[in-house]
């Protein structure tokens, strides 16, 4: 592969990308890397592309940070105008559409050569994800490589189960649903007499941990029909919303109003929430109790415990007049020993190198005391989120949208599925999701 083009074809470029998106300048000499995140993320990837830029002499890069909320519409937008970044985040709903519209470079023939770092060595299920054949997501070549893998294990206060009475779930064998259910109705407190709630058991549940422990999935292995009308589906996503609606173990809209369940957390009012490797910052320098993570339960019978496991890719332009710096970039940010041991020691993720993940990452002096359960649920414990596989989500985002109906009360589980599977089936074939 070429390094880069002339000089001149270069400037060429440049006046071009200039007229068509004025607000982003660009040299011959620098790179641009587009993405999002919170300050703490933002200050992570600031280092370390001032240390890419330190290892390469006559490389710079432009960081440009986006909201994550308009993130889709922008990087739209410039692939639009022929002004795609040189490497920017890739969200899984947009990966197909990308790889069709051949704005992604493919990427495998780098991995299969490359020296500099060992495909064997990299969590399967991270290139997996990545992977297109152009007719079915998770196969063929690798178009992004992974910025991370994100596990979701569920994460508990130590400190008010041991004041309840309550022995801490065993991060290496799930709870069963009625052990984590007696815990949460504990810790579930009105400790002052007025009526509120001071403690409550838990955040919630996600639903992807309630509904595949209950044996159901929101679309068949063969990826044709949407199956939230199965048994499986109607008993996890009745669970829950018992859990607020029903038991009350978990703040209502109306408590969630005066007060998220995130600063909740924080402030050790609740048992149990999720948590992702990119909280571990936060819970190091705002919690004051002790905790740690363990996998979401099962349901006794089928003895599934599963929950999420996020990723986003990091891309590189097809038409990128710097191709090469650009996948050393792309390579440094997500597979450069020295990287992934700069983000894990930050607290950003979980390594996408297994050596290091089951090796250095497992020594950290730093909370989760049982931080091999990420580990745990990237190998055994985790499926991609629903969204993976799709072409279009415009079915899932309706889902979501429409499920307000019933976190309201105003319908059962049983009842709504019998009506939305019909409306969401049409919207997953006009979408173009069925495998050809």
Request: net charge positive.
């Amino acid at each position: 592969m070429k390094s880069r083009k002339s000089i001149f074809l270069g400037i060429s470029i440049v006046l071009l990308l200039t007229t068509c998106f004025t607000n982003l300048t660009f040299a011959a000499n620098e790179m641009t890397f587009m993405g999002w995140g919170q300050p703490s993320e933002q200050a992570i990837f600031t280092k370390m592309i001032a240390k890419f830029e330190a290892q390469n002499p006559g490389i710079k890069v432009k960081y440009i940070n986006v909201d994550p909320g308009q993130f889709p519409a922008k990087i739209t937008t410039m692939i639009a105008a022929r002004n795609v970044p040189d490497v920017f985040y890739v969200p899984q709903v947009l990966f197909g559409k990308f790889v069709k519209a051949k704005v992604l470079l493919n990427l495998s023939p780098i991995l299969n050569k490359s020296h500099v770092f060992k495909k064997s060595d990299i969590w399967p299920q991270a290139l997996t994800r990545w992977s297109y054949n152009g007719h079915v997501i998770g196969k063929g070549n690798v178009y992004a490589l992974p910025k991370d893998l994100g596990p979701y294990p569920m994460v508990y206060n130590k400190t008010l189960m041991a004041a309840c009475g309550i022995t801490p779930p065993d991060p290496k064998i799930p709870w069963t649903w009625d052990q984590f259910m007696d815990a949460a109705k504990k810790m579930t407190k009105d400790t002052n007499g007025d009526g509120k709630n001071e403690t409550f058991g838990v955040a919630f549940i996600p639903m992807e941990a309630a509904v595949w422990s209950h044996g159901g999935d929101w679309v068949s292995k063969d990826r044709k029909k949407i199956t939230i009308n199965s048994p499986g589906w109607v008993a996890g996503a009745q669970f829950s919303i018992d859990l607020t609606n029903k038991y009350h173990y978990a703040p209502n809209a109306q408590e969630s109003a005066t007060s998220s369940w995130w600063n909740r957390w924080l402030a050790g009012e609740i048992g149990i929430a999720g948590m992702g490797p990119w909280d571990q910052p936060t819970f190091w320098n705002q919690i004051n109790f002790d905790w740690d993570i363990a996998p979401w339960p099962m349901d006794a019978k089928l003895k599934i415990s599963r929950s999420w496991c996020g990723s986003m890719g990091i891309g590189v332009a097809a038409a990128s007049a710097h191709k090469k710096e650009a996948l050393d970039l792309a390579a440094y940010l997500t597979l450069d020993p020295d990287g992934q041991r700069e983000l894990y020691q930050l607290g950003q993720s979980v390594p996408n190198i297994m050596s290091i993940a089951k090796g250095e990452f497992l020594k950290m002096d730093k909370a989760p005391k049982s931080r091999f359960v990420f580990n745990d649920y990237i190998e055994k414990y985790s499926a991609p989120d629903v969204a993976w596989g799709s072409i279009d989500t415009k079915w899932l985002d309706t889902l979501n949208q429409d499920w307000a109906e019933v976190a309201n009360g105003k319908i059962s589980v049983a009842d709504w599925v019998v009506k939305e599977q019909p409306k969401l089936q049409k919207l997953y074939e006009e979408g173009g999701n069925i495998p050809q």
